[in-house]
């Protein structure tokens, strides 16, 4: 399983995806050794055709999330890749990027 931290160009992250994924990698469990996380600039369906994955599978808050990741997995679907969306847990719907990077500032 791959974790992927993918760069988008249109948002501002505080950090670099090789520093994301690293982050990431540093909170997962040591017993995780399946799990690995790296970084990508590019379409996450190439990054899937170049390591053989066939399934994306994508978390979603709220209805905005599901309208917005329904139109991506409809894309991923005519180029090959099946997404399966999976709904968080209620008590981190609220939870976004924006949010965890105001508490933290």
Request: aromatic content about 2%; glycine content about 8%.
């Amino acid at each position: 399983m791959t974790v992927l931290v993918a760069v988008n160009d249109e948002k501002r992250p505080t950090r670099s995806g090789v520093h994301r994924a690293a982050d990431i990698r540093a909170g997962l469990p040591r017993e995780w050794e399946n799990v690995a996380v790296a970084a990508w600039n590019g379409l996450t369906v190439a990054y899937c055709r170049q390591h053989g994955a066939g399934v994306i599978i994508r978390g979603v808050r709220n209805t905005g999330d599901v309208v917005r990741e329904n139109q991506l997995a409809a894309m991923n679907e005519t180029l090959g890749v099946t997404t399966l969306l999976m709904p968080t847990r209620p008590e981190l719907a609220t939870i976004s990027s924006t949010i965890v990077r105001a508490t933290v500032a």
